[in-house]
């Protein structure tokens, strides 16, 4: 829950006006960059959603959205320039040529609207693109293996490469500014763009003038940076996103060596400047490994010192305080904001308001990146609405009103039953809450209790917040609800979103019947482990059979504990699904370097003798492992029993309740789908014909003209 607005003890009487009225004025500055200036300090940065070129509509929409909640700049994702960088089968956006205009116009125009800049960042992505849909060689500045597993390598750029790549982003420059941009950004971060692979010079291995000395490893950028500037120089500006650290001490760029010799060689080049770290992972990094706001602050903190154009600079900056703060400092001109930006695309104008206690504060997830990395439309933890702007028609902060003064009733208060509840609010429907234990926030609680996962109770704080302040929700703790007490409240509409649990008999995905001999061990589901962490009897087996990241987080929090702790599980390394959300490796090495021992490939074909009889996936062949205790983290099965004997009563005939199952009542999953499916059960709820006539959602079609 966030602070109310700052004290204003100690602030003489007319600025304490001014203060009361705007304490955050400072962040409603403009900053001029090169030949446009912006509204505001709130800048979201480029960013990756899964739409790109494939869904244009949906990009424009989720962009306005972003623009509409007070964001002064909204730039797109990576742009390829060309279809020797071809990120198929990641939807990023094109401007090849001519043909891309129209749909990135679709952006522009919907960003315009509402007075914000559009920035595109312009991206030849070198040996991070496979190329699979064009099939043109790769290349890079050296002749090395793409980046993505595929065995295939790109070629060494010749000199009428550099030529061509230069020539080719100088029309894309002059394309996104026919497409309306009006910031042009040259990218050299993430290691995905062949301008900082030519910086790197364990990517650069040249000999001529674009190799060796850091001055010629800078040539390209330079050039691009002159160029683009001569193309377009006079109606827009032109942004460089430079990573200053690569996080690998010195066998990388670092900030305070070369990543500062860049700044200071390019310092009045380019209208702003754009810092962050690199890769991906170091850049978006999760809550899980960093919980610090302004994380990456004592990286890029050194630019403003050395040029005197604009800084913009992230790390999940949530706290307007913080931000007031980086800016009063000095350390950056414009608070750049990816997640922040999807979790709130009405961050800005929620601080304007001084509504600061409304703000839907990133949790550092990554279920957002995990979307960009399936290539579907991004989607958000904190925020079901995001990547549903068009399709839906979907908005933060505004639902359609009840059709009627009907009551409703949401059994359950894990994210589904608080995210339907809010919603329904909003609405205007009267609602009842019942939650079974004394504390709202069901599975959230104890996820959030968890080594490293603290910030997850955002998603539980800022809804319970939001539900104490309406005056149209009743809530209940302590209030298991059976069909005889449903009959009670004498309520119509139930929503249940009664949750699942963790199965114990060690069916997951790779057996569908029990696993014999548990009878002879401690069992343990996830919840109980760690509520008896002082009974266990070691070696406790960690048995990973669901792969997803509960079981990686299970063994890295019991850890610490004094006892022997076996990760067993089918899969080839530690939690691969958390591969998805760029943390798989901090996952196993936080393992490795806790002592948890870890065992792969494995399954557990039964248990005898206080031992547990391992089969290895690929030959079947059989190993054994001392085990007096195991925690199983395999399946759930959902708390079905409720609706069950509603759904019975009903087609009985004794009732004839409006009933929906949602969250993980329906079907386990992410936080982010039981929040999804309270929302969306929310806006279904005395759904229009209109509404269902539409169909699901909006598709965007190719076009057969
Ligand atoms: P989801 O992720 O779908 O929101 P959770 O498992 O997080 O599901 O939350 C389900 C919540 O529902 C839990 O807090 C649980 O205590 C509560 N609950 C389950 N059955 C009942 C019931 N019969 N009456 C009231 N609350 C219930
Ligand atoms: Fe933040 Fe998670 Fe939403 Fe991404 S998905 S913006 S990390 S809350």
Redesign the pocket.
Known sequence: IRRPPRSTQGVSSAASDVYKRQPYSQLFESVQIGPVVTKNRFYQVPHCCGMGHLRPRAHAAMRAVKAKGGWGVVSTEEAEIHPSSDLAPYAEQRVWDKKDIPALKLMTDAVHEHGALAAIELTHSGHNSTNLFSRIPAMSPNAQAVNFLYPKQARRMTKKDISDFRAWHRRAALNARDAGFDIVYVYAGHGMSVAQQFILPDMNNRTDEYGGSLENRLRLTRELLEETKEAIGDSCGIAFRFAVDELKGKDGMQFEEEGRAVVELLAEHPDLWDVNVSDWSNDSQTSRFQTEEAYQMPYVGFVKSITTKPVVGVGRLTSPDLMLKLVKQGTLDLIGAARPSIADPYLPNKIKEQKTDQIKECIGCNICVSSDNFSVPIRCTQNPTMGEEWRRGWDPENIKPNVTDQKVLV????????ECTVQLARRGYQVTL????NN??????FESSLKGLSNWKRVVDNRTHEILQKNNVEVYKD????AELIGELGINNIFL????SWRKDGIGRSRRSPIQGLGGISVYSPEEVVQSLEDINGPLVVYDDEQGYLAGVIADHLSSEKVEIIFVTPASVVSPWTDSTLEQKRVQASLINSGVKIICNQSIKKIENKTAVLECVFSGSITKLPCESIVMVTERIS?T??YDSLIQNNFDGKTSYNIKI?????APGL?AD?VY??HLAAQNFEASDADIQRGMFMREMPSLK
């Not at 059994?411 to 608080?418: R, T």
């Not at 019942?434 to 234990?437: D, M, Q, S, V």
């Not at 949602?662 to 329906?666: K, N």
Request: charged share 20%; net charge negative; glycine share 22%.
């Open positions: 059994v359950g208060s894990g994210p589904s039953g608080l019942a939650e079974a234990k709202l926030g069901g599975r959230v609680l209030s298991r609800l059976t979103a009664t949750g699942s708390d029993a409720l949602i969250g993980d009542a329906e936080i039981a499916l309270g």
